[in-house]
Nanobody
Framework: QVQLVESGGGLVQAGGSLRLSCAASGLTFSAYAMGWFRQAPGKEREFVAAIRGSSTYYAHSAKGRFTISRDNAKKTVYLQMNSLKLEDTAVYYC?????????????????WGQGTQVTVSS
C-alpha cells in the first residue's frame, strides 16, 4: 500500500528556512508526479509546488523562494523553503499521482501524506 510520510516542519522565524521531506513507499516512485500543497487555518488547500519528471511547477507565492526536488533512489521529494513569511504558516502535505491531468489541482492526486506543520513567527 502506498504511504507518504512528511517530515521537517517546525517553528521558524520570518526570513528563515526549512526543508520538508516526503518519503514514499509502495509505489514506483520515479513514475509518479509529486506535489506539495498547504492548508492554513480557515483557508482552502492550495498548490505550492510540483515535480513531474524533470519539470518543476510553482505557485506564484512560492516562486523564487521555494525549490522542489526529488531523489528517486531514496523515494523522497523535498521542498526547500527560504525567506519564509508569516503567510507561509500552514500544514504542508505531499501528494503523488501517476498521471495527473494537471499538477496544480489537488483532486488530481490519488495519494496524500498526513501533513507536517510549518509555523513562521515574527
Amino acid at each position: 500500500q502506498v504511504q507518504l510520510v512528511e517530515s521537517g516542519g517546525g517553528l521558524v522565524q520570518a526570513g528563515g528556512s526549512l526543508r520538508l521531506s516526503c518519503a514514499a513507499s509502495g509505489l514506483t516512485f520515479s513514475a509518479y508526479a509529486m506535489g506539495w500543497f498547504r492548508q492554513a487555518p480557515g483557508k482552502e488547500r492550495e498548490f505550492v509546488a510540483a515535480i513531474r519528471g524533470s519539470s518543476t511547477y510553482y505557485a506564484h507565492s512560492a516562486k523564487g523562494r521555494f525549490t522542489i526536488s526529488r531523489d528517486n533512489a531514496k523515494k523522497t521529494v523535498y521542498l526547500q523553503m527560504n525567506s519564509l513569511k508569516l503567510e507561509d504558516t500552514a500544514v504542508y502535505y505531499c501528494a503523488a499521482d501517476r498521471r495527473p491531468l494537471t499538477v496544480v489541482v489537488g483532486s488530481e492526486y490519488d495519494y496524500w501524506g498526513q501533513g507536517t506543520q510549518v509555523t513562521v513567527s515574527s
